[in-house]
Each structure stands twice: as structure tokens, then as C-alpha cells.
């Protein structure tokens, strides 16, 4: 099986940074997906990464280390409407296209 | 734009009701997965399906059963309600092949059993 981990919750300051890890233990490791979830509303995409290295979308960037089961979401210039739940997700390629979840980090992004 | 409907946003039934959760994809997608979230415990899956007709466990099937008779439409049923069942229920689909491009999640259903 799959074991994804990620930290529960992260509290930062408007307008600073702040780096979401999350760690995970696979076989056929097929990517990794990072989503958003506003409270009481779907989950949306915002990366993928399936090669190592550093993928750049506006204010969101995501890393993967592959041969050390590690990946990060990087939020810049943080605004109030980020307090969010971050999911971490992986795809493994035995089970066709079907993610497993980390449990979630909650940011609370402060004035 | 695309879009996972789910029937209901909110939703209270009794114990050992039978429920019926649907969900409805327009993207011709082949994939369809229902997943339960639960504070502190994630996401969890609970029953899959590649193609009309199919259907696979997931990690937490028990008290549940699926349904899908027609490509776009992927139905969760609960036999018989419990407490222990109150959840939020999402679905996702994507599509079938080798690179699938991550999920599309309905809108989730607040179910709550008493």
C-alpha cells in the first residue's frame, strides 16, 4: 500500500511564504498531485509532478524528490483567500489511474 | 465547463435507511471513484470503476455498494444507514489510459445519519 504523510496543520502571516511538505512510501510511484479545498467544497487541482524538480505556476510552485519520496507546495506572497486545506496525492501505476490521499494540511493564513 | 455533479449537498436520513448518493460526469470520462472525508482521517476510497457495468472495492467498502449502469452516472448506496456513516461523500472521474490527468471532483454530499 501507500503511505502519505503531511502535517496536519500550519498557521502563516499575509503576504509571506510558507512551504507544505509531504512524504510518501509507494511502489510504481506514477506522480503526485497537490490540491485545494476551501472548507466544505470539492477539492481543486493545482500541480502535478511526475519528474524531479521544481514546477512554477504564479504564486504556487511544487518540487519532487523521487528517489527520496518528497515533495513540497510553495506559496508566495500569501493572501487570505489561501486558508485552505492542501492535499497531497500520489498515483502509483499498478492501479490505473487512481490517487491516494495524505490526510490534508490545514493553513490558516493570518493579517 | 466541465463538470461532477453530485445529486444532493446536504442530506439526513435515519438509521437503517437505504441511500442513494448519484453522480453524474459530462466529460465522457471512464474512471469514476467515490471517497469518503473524515477530519484527521483524509480521503478515503471506497469503491472505484473503470468502465460501465465494473466495479472494484476500495479501502473501505464495507456498508456500501456501487452502481453503474451508464457511463456518466456512478451511484453509491448505503443498504442500511449507520451513525457511524455520517460523512462527506465525493465523487471523481478522469479518464481512462496510461496518463490521466489527476480527478474532477463533484461537489460533495454532507450526509448525516441519526
Known amino acids: 500500500g501507500q503511505n502519505i504523510d503531511q502535517p496536519t496543520e500550519m498557521t502563516a502571516t499575509e503576504g509571506a511564504i510558507v512551504q507544505i511538505n509531504c512524504t510518501y512510501q509507494?511502489?510504481?510511484?506514477?506522480?503526485l498531485f497537490w490540491y485545494q479545498q476551501h472548507a466544505g467544497e470539492a477539492p481543486t487541482f493545482l500541480s502535478y509532478?511526475?519528474?524531479?524538480g521544481l514546477e512554477e505556476k504564479g504564486r504556487f510552485s511544487s518540487f519532487l524528490s523521487r528517489s527520496k519520496g518528497y515533495s513540497y507546495l510553495l506559496l508566495k506572497e500569501l493572501q487570505m483567500k489561501d486558508s485552505a486545506s492542501y492535499l497531497c496525492?500520489?498515483?502509483?501505476?499498478?492501479?490505473?489511474?487512481?490517487?491516494?490521499f495524505g490526510g490534508g494540511t490545514r493553513l490558516m493564513v493570518k493579517p | 465547463d466541465v463538470k461532477v455533479t453530485q445529486s444532493s449537498r446536504y442530506l439526513v436520513k435515519r438509521t437503517g435507511e437505504k441511500v442513494f448518493l448519484e453522480c453524474v460526469q459530462d466529460?465522457?470520462?471512464?474512471?469514476m471513484f467515490w471517497y469518503r472525508q473524515d477530519p484527521g482521517l483524509g480521503l478515503r476510497l471506497i469503491y472505484f470503476?473503470?468502465?460501465?457495468?465494473?466495479?472494484e472495492k476500495g479501502d473501505i467498502p464495507e456498508g456500501y455498494s456501487v452502481s453503474r449502469e451508464k457511463k456518466e452516472r456512478f451511484s453509491l448506496i448505503l443498504e442500511s444507514a449507520s451513525t457511524n456513516q455520517t460523512s462527506m461523500y465525493l465523487c471523481?472521474?478522469?479518464?481512462?489510459?496510461?496518463?490521466?490527468?489527476?480527478?474532477?471532483f463533484g461537489s460533495g454530499t454532507r450526509l448525516t445519519v441519526v
Open positions: 509507494t511502489s510504481g510511484f506514477n506522480g
Open positions: 470503476s473503470y468502465d460501465v457495468k465494473m466495479k
Open positions: 509532478n511526475v519528474l524531479d
Open positions: 466529460m465522457d470520462h471512464e474512471n
Open positions: 496525492a500520489v498515483r502509483v501505476r499498478d492501479a490505473g489511474n487512481m490517487l491516494t
Open positions: 471523481a472521474s478522469n479518464k481512462g489510459g496510461g496518463l490521466g490527468y489527476g480527478y474532477t
